[in-house]
Structures are given as C-alpha cells and as structure tokens.
C-alpha cells in the first residue's frame, strides 16, 4: 500500500542552523501539508502546497519557513535559522484530488530537537 | 475560525469496556470532521470521517462516531476495548468550502487499556 514516507527519522542541531526536513507524498497526490507537533501540544497546521505554489500558510510560517517540491517525488521544509522552540514531531501529509473531504495520509513524522 | 476541544487528555478503559472519546467543535458552517488514531513511534492514520452523508459513521477497527448537529459534537465509541486501542486519538475538521483546506485538531486525547 503506498505510504507517505518522511527523512531524517530524528534531527539533532545547534539553534541558528538551517534543516531541510524532507518527505515524499504519495505519487498520485496533489495536495500537500506540513504540520507540526510541539510535545504534549495539539498537532498545528504549518503550511499547504498545491501546483507547485502555496496554498495557505499559517501565522507559524514566516520568513525562517519555506517548501519546495524540488522534483516530481520529493516535498520539502526548510527552517533557515532554527530556534529552541522550532523543536518538535514535523509530520508531512497528502491528499488525492483537491477536496478538503479526502482523507489526509500522514507520514511517520521527524522529531527535530534543537539544542 | 475554526476550533475542535477534546475533553479528557487522557482516558483509562478496562480490556471489554466501552471506550468514549468526546470531541466538540465550533465552526461558522457544518465541517468535514475526522478521527485520526495515533500509535506509538507512527504517523496519524484516519479511523473514520463524516463529511455531509450518514450522521452515523463507521470506521475501522470497530469505531463508530456520530455527528450531532445540535450539539456540535462527534464523539467516538467503540463497544470493546482491546489492548491493542492503545494509542492517542484526534479528532479534527476541515472547512468544506476551500479546496485542499488544512486540518484543524484538537489536543488529542491519550487512552491506556487496563487488561
């Protein structure tokens, strides 16, 4: 059954660093997310990626954020300057179609501990 | 905008005993609402969703959740536990008027199966 798979598993580094969190959605899959989870928070909402632009962004995804589809397979999240509270379980998501009905397949996530 | 509460962070059931999981939301048009079940070390994966059909909605692993309207809830039962229901669920919406819209979560609530 195909799966949204997600790289590095766990991501250690030094705050100010830049990280390239990566995944690859599910080939037929239009839609793409990024969410975040800060231990023992709600899973948030980071940003949506369609058609190879942004769909919508929250008030979490400034300027130290940006997405990339870079080739046809791989969906990334980059944080230019990491801070201590970047640190969290980053989970990639996809939809087939564009309706907000269709379940969203999540991927195993990347926990990212800045020190 | 759009709000889910989970009542109870975390929720203790007996091997055989009904487990409830309570999710209410608050949103300015009827949502799609889902369950998402969450196991240790893996991704979100969707137990079930209501988007405008039956009220009653089946899932899988023996969940059922119902939507009311009135009472703007969608609270998931299963009649059995069994050891292997433990694991953290979410409940989430989605706004049906956006195409490809973002999930909404609430804060997830933790259930531990006593044999």
């Known amino acids: 059954e195909p799966e949204v798979t997600q790289t590095p598993s766990h991501q250690v580094t030094q705050m100010g660093q830049e990280v390239i969190l990566r995944c690859v959605p599910i080939s037929n899959h239009l839609y793409f997310y990024w969410y975040r989870q800060i231990l023992g928070q709600k899973v948030e909402f980071l940003v949506s990626f369609y058609n190879n632009e942004i769909s919508e962004k929250s008030e979490i995804f400034d300027d130290q954020f940006s997405v990339e589809r870079p080739d046809g397979s791989n969906f990334t999240l980059k944080i230019r300057s990491t801070k201590l509270e970047d640190s969290a379980m980053y989970f990639c998501?996809?939809?087939?179609?564009?309706?907000?009905?269709?379940?969203?397949?999540f991927g195993p996530g990347t926990r990212l501990t800045v020190l | 905008a759009q709000s889910v509460t989970q009542l109870g962070s975390h929720v203790s059931v007996s091997e055989g005993a009904l487990v409830l999981l309570r999710c209410n939301y608050s949103s300015s048009v009827p949502p799609y609402l889902f369950w998402y079940v969450q196991y240790p070390n893996q991704g979100l994966q969707l137990l079930l969703k209501y988007t405008s059909a039956a009220t009653l909605v089946k899932g899988i692993n023996g969940f059922e959740a119902e939507f009311k309207k009135s009472e703007t809830s969608f609270h998931l039962t299963k009649p059995s536990a069994h050891m292997s229901d433990a694991a953290e669920y979410f409940c989430a919406v989605s706004d049906p008027g956006a195409a490809g819209n973002k999930l909404t979560f609430g804060g997830g609530t933790r259930v531990l199966v006593k044999p």
């Open positions: 998501a996809s939809i087939t179609g564009t309706s907000s009905m269709n379940e969203q397949f």
